[in-house]
T-cell receptor, first 111, second 111 residues
Framework: DTGVSQDPRHKITKRGQNVTFRCDPI?????LYWYRQTLGQGPEFLTY????????KSRLLSDRFSAERPKGSFSTLEIQRTEQGDSAMYLC?????????FGDGTRLSIL | GESVGLHLPTLSVQEGDNSIINCAYS??????FIWYKQESGKGPQFIID?????DKRQGQRVTVLLNKTVKHLSLQIAATQPGDSAVYFC??????????FGTGTRLQVFP
């Protein structure tokens, strides 16, 4: 499978803990995006990278959120001091300037 | 702010009939539109895209129509099959590289 890969698929954690998600994009894609999706809603943009440069961040991305793409390949999204409202599906997508292709997401549940 | 919305939250069709899913957008500067299909527990799957210099584009069993005058987008699925049952999102891009999604339409296909 050469699509976008996300790990883990599910994460359950206690409020206040830190979590980190990983995304491996389609190999030839230089753009990588993070979105968040809650039940019944469309995905909401969080941030995106072109190669290793983070070019845009949404106002949704509070100080507790940080994303990296150190070598321009895989990316990580970290949430510090998780809150109940962070419960959502975190989706990663990649593109080479055309349509964005999504992974199957990481579902985060905060206890 | 600008948003992408959908007229109908749920559409029920009989297997073999044609389906039409509608979408309204508000940003006249949007120049690229994409339809995604999302099945339960999975990420959005690219179906078809269209740029603002076109008014129609066809794929396999799917057609996207764009009416820039009234800011309306539609997805037509021919000979709808049970495997087409999913939530469908339209999304737009304007000026930046981030997708703006609506809340989705659920398509239910009955035998």
């Amino acid at each position: 499978d050469t699509g976008v890969s996300q790990d883990p698929r599910h994460k359950i954690t206690k409020r206040g803990q830190n979590v980190t998600f990983r995304c491996d994009p389609i190999s030839e894609h230089n753009r990588l995006y993070w979105y968040r999706q809650t039940l019944g809603q469309g995905p909401e943009f969080l941030t995106y990278f072109q190669n290793e440069a983070q070019l845009e961040k949404s106002r949704l991305l509070s100080d507790r959120f940080s994303a990296e793409r150190p070598k321009g390949s895989f990316s990580t999204l970290e949430i510090q001091r998780t809150e109940q409202g962070d419960s959502a599906m975190y989706l990663c997508a990649s593109s080479q300037g055309g349509p964005q292709h999504f992974g199957d997401g990481t579902r985060l549940s905060i206890l | 702010g600008e948003s992408v919305g959908l007229h109908l939250p749920t559409l029920s069709v009989q297997e073999g009939d044609n389906s039409i899913i509608n979408c309204a957008y508000s940003n006249s500067a949007s120049d690229y539109f994409i339809w995604y299909k999302q099945e339960s527990g999975k990420g959005p799957q690219f179906i078809i895209d269209i740029r603002s210099n076109m008014d129609k584009r066809q794929g396999q069993r799917v057609t996207v129509l764009l009416n820039k005058t009234v800011k309306h987008l539609s997805l037509q699925i021919a000979a709808t099959q049970p495997g087409d049952s999913a939530v469908y999102f339209c999304a737009e891009i304007a000026n930046t590289d981030k997708l703006i999604f609506g809340t989705g339409t659920r398509l239910q296909v009955f035998p």
